[in-house]
């Protein structure tokens, strides 16, 4: 989607700048998606202005952090998207605790907090995308999850189309699952984290990196899991236990190394990849009685 000239200078007036003909398929690790302009929200304090602007011009738009939990349509797609800059996002540490802007990338944010002796947060080390996201999805791994050490979070929040603080205790953190709503912007977090030495981190974090590198496919092209996990069950066994590691549709094929991540290994197209999924959901839902839900977040034309 194009953003017209006039409404393009008045978001350079607000510190928003508008790129051209972005590839999202160079923005999302599953390296699929169309074309659109790009909005980089500099200002977050003009958020709510640009926020109005788009409404009043009926620019439909979306928002991408980190672009690893995504699956975006292919071609030119209906909306624009719009995005924090990610280079050198704040993150001070005060006791034990540490404030991080949204676009911070997560791991990187561990490891900052590891050299301030804060730990707690070994388990999302080799989780790939941004502080935003992995709030919004309440990301975890090896038994950790973000959601509980988060004490505030700054949000443009899409109901009252102002930017509020919340509190940890007010935001309902589940399994890859939270209570923000889909169009609210997470733009800085306040986490509160005990204190470790260094050293100890580090063998934690050792410890999380090699039990990934063991059976997830990290150099490939993918969005971590596709699925999320049942209740009291795991997506990726069962997709094992029915012989679909290798099953390809076009260029996406479900991993041979892990079952629930679905790879892209050459130029898989979003309805490659829709097909797989489907073809998967409906072998589980066959064999297993049950109806795998998406992990992924789809964005259709
Ligand atoms: N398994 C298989 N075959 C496979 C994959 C897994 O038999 O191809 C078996 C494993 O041997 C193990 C069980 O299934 O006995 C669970 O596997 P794993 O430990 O890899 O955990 P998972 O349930 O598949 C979850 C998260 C991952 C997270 C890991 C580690 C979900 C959907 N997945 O995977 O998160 O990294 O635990 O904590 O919750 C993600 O969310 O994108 C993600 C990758």
């Not at 699952?177 to 986490?191: G, N």
Request: net charge negative; aromatic share 4%; proline share 4%.
């Amino acid at each position: 989607m194009h953003v017209p000239e006039k409404v393009a200078a008045r978001l350079q007036e607000l510190g928003a700048e508008v790129r051209r003909g972005v590839s999202l398929a160079e923005r999302t690790s599953l390296g699929i998606g169309g074309t659109t302009d790009e909005i980089l929200l500099r200002r977050h304090e003009s958020i709510p202005q640009v926020m109005r602007l788009l409404a009043d011009e009926k620019i439909p738009h979306k928002f991408l952090g980190g672009g690893t939990n995504v699956l975006v349509d292919d071609d030119e797609l209906p909306f624009v998207v719009l995005h924090l800059p990610s280079t050198s996002p704040g993150m001070r540490v005060e006791g034990n605790s540490a404030y991080v802007d949204a676009a911070a990338d997560l791991g990187g944010t561990v490891t900052f907090c590891a050299k301030h002796d804060l730990g707690g947060m070994e388990g999302l080390i080799g989780v790939p995308g941004s502080v935003g996201g992995a709030l919004r999805m309440n990301a975890g791994a090896y038994g950790t999850q973000i959601g509980p050490h988060v004490r505030e979070v700054e949000l443009y929040r899409a109901a009252s189309g102002e930017i509020e603080t919340l509190r940890g205790s007010d935001i309902s953190f589940d399994y890859r699952h939270t209570s923000f709503a889909t169009d609210d912007v997470m733009l800085r977090v306040k986490l509160q984290l005990p204190s470790k030495p260094y050293k100890e981190i580090l063998a934690g974090i050792k410890v999380c990196n090699e039990k990934r590198r063991s059976c997830q496919p990290l150099n490939q092209k993918s969005a971590g899991c596709i699925f999320k996990n049942p209740p009291g069950g795991s997506a990726g066994r069962m997709i094992d236990e029915l012989a679909l590691k290798g099953h390809r549709v076009g260029d996406a094929m479900v991993s041979d190394r892990h079952a629930n991540f679905f790879v892209n290994v050459g130029h898989a197209t979003c309805a490659d990849m829709l097909q797989l999924m489907d073809d998967v959901r409906e072998r589980v839902r066959t064999a297993y009685g049950i109806e795998l839900e998406n992990e992924v977040i789809v964005w259709r034309n």
